[in-house]
């Protein structure tokens, strides 16, 4: 078992729909979660970035987390075709070695106009 | 530039040959990473440099594998006796400082194809 799982879809929606995106992980010494967005043929860039238990939202992103669960999500409101692109989770520990990231496998979304 | 930036963006060699990818960190990042993204994979952790040192290197797969960033800028990535299974995206990240707190901003990648 990977030490963070994740759906990687494809997942197809349509244009103003709420997407859910999922990840699982194992190593309860995460505390650092974020989600990257990345499009083809490009390097990951950071959507959110949340270090506890809870809802974080900015704009039409909410990020959750749930560490006794070790599940985080992250919803998309109001789709767009924009939105198309790769989503990878990715988390941290704390101390040293915090700076190596865990990432997903990343779930591929496509809004359809 | 405003951002990371990395060369070559592709590289074809044939199995056994050596290959330099060199990357561009944002000025004044002191916090570089290289990362490998295998077809339909996340990226995985490679090493981490802190200044011109190499603070974490448990990430590189084996000696074939050395990186180095003389002057505490840029950095390059060199593989020896590439294998096929080499083959994969090579990105590369800095951060400002290196804590756990930081963004790590991503360049485009070199993409790495091992005939």
């Known amino acids: 078992q990977k030490e963070v799982e994740q759906d990687p879809g494809p997942l197809s929606v349509p244009e103003g729909a709420i997407v859910s995106l999922n990840c699982t992980y194992s190593?309860?010494?995460?505390?650092?979660f974020m989600w990257y967005r990345q499009y083809s043929r490009k390097g990951p860039e950071l959507l959110m970035y949340t270090y506890s238990s809870g809802n974080k939202e900015d704009g039409r992103f909410t990020a959750q987390v749930d560490k006794s669960s070790k599940y985080i999500s992250l919803f998309i409101r109001d789709s767009q075709p924009s939105d198309s692109a790769t989503y990878l989770c990715?988390?941290?520990?704390?101390?040293?070695?915090?700076?190596?990231?865990?990432f997903g496998k990343g779930t591929k979304l496509s809004v359809i106009p | 530039g405003a951002g990371v930036s990395q060369t070559p963006s592709n590289k074809v060699t044939e199995k056994g040959k050596y290959v330099e990818l060199r990357c561009d960190p944002i000025?004044?990042?002191?916090?570089l990473y290289w990362y490998r993204q295998s077809l339909g994979q996340g990226p995985e952790f490679l090493i981490y440099f802190q200044g011109t040192g190499a603070a974490d290197d448990s990430g590189l797969p084996n000696d074939r594998f050395f990186a180095v960033r003389p002057e505490g800028s840029v950095s390059t990535l060199k593989i020896q006796r590439t294998e096929r299974g080499d083959s994969a995206v090579y990105l590369c990240?800095?951060?400002?400082?290196?804590?756990?707190?930081?963004?790590?901003?991503f360049g485009p990648g070199t993409r790495l194809t091992v005939l």
């Open positions: 000025s004044g990042h002191t916090a």
């Open positions: 990240a800095s951060s400002p400082t290196g804590s756990s707190t930081d963004t790590q901003y």
């Open positions: 190593n309860s010494a995460f505390q650092y």
């Open positions: 990715a988390m941290s520990g704390p101390g040293a070695g915090s700076y190596q990231l865990t």
